[in-house]
C-alpha cells in the first residue's frame, strides 16, 4: 500500500473537561492519510484510526470533529501531529496559526488547502483500525491564490509535493 498516494489531513478534536470546575479540556490532532470523500447526499467523508490511539478513544466520546487538508508547506504540522511518544498536543498546537471551528469546536489549521467539521454518523471496526464516517456541518476554503501551493502527499513512506 505504500505505493498508493494519499492526500494528508490533520484530524482535531476537542476533548471535554472532566468536571466543570476542573481544568478546560484539551486539543488533540493526529495526522491521517486514510481520508476520503464517501457520499456528497449526504455530504459524509470517512478516516481510518488505528484501534485505542488516542484519537480513536476520543472520537468513541466525542462526536464533533474537524479536518484540515494541508498544503504542500505544511509538512512540518504533518510531522508534528504523527510523532509517536510525543509531547502534549497542547504544546504542538501553540505555534500554529488556527481557528477553532463553530459547528465543532475543533481547532482548523489555517493555510490548510480545505477545513471541514463533522459529526460522527458510525464507527465500523476493522481489523486494527476504527472506521469513523462523518457526516461534514461545514466546508471552508481559503481565498485564492493559495500561498502553500497544492496538496501534501504521503508516498513511499515520505511526505511529498505533487511531481515531486
Known amino acids: 500500500m505504500s505505493r498508493l498516494a494519499a492526500g494528508v489531513v490533520l484530524v482535531t478534536a476537542r476533548e471535554e473537561p472532566l468536571s466543570a470546575d476542573g481544568p478546560d479540556g484539551e486539543d488533540v490532532g493526529m495526522t491521517a492519510t486514510a481520508f476520503m470523500s464517501v457520499s456528497l447526499d449526504p455530504p459524509l467523508v470517512l478516516v481510518s484510526l488505528r484501534e485505542g490511539s488516542r484519537m480513536d478513544d476520543l472520537l468513541a466520546e466525542q462526536p464533533l470533529w474537524g479536518v484540515s487538508v494541508l498544503a504542500e508547506g505544511q509538512r512540518h504540522v504533518a510531522g508534528r501531529f504523527a510523532m509517536k511518544g510525543r509531547i502534549s498536543d497542547r504544546l504542538l498546537f501553540e505555534d500554529l496559526p488556527r481557528t477553532r471551528g463553530p459547528a465543532s469546536g ?41 500561498s502553500d501551493g497544492g496538496p501534501l502527499t504521503y508516498y513511499r513512506g515520505r511526505y511529498r509535493q505533487l511531481g515531486a
Not at 456541518?137 to 485564492?144: K, N, V
Open 106 to 146: 475543533a481547532l482548523l489549521m489555517g493555510g490548510a488547502l480545505a477545513t471541514l467539521e463533522c459529526r460522527t454518523e458510525s464507527r465500523v471496526e476493522a481489523g486494527d483500525h476504527t472506521l469513523v464516517i462523518g457526516r461534514v456541518l461545514s466546508a471552508a476554503l481559503p481565498p485564492l491564490p493559495l
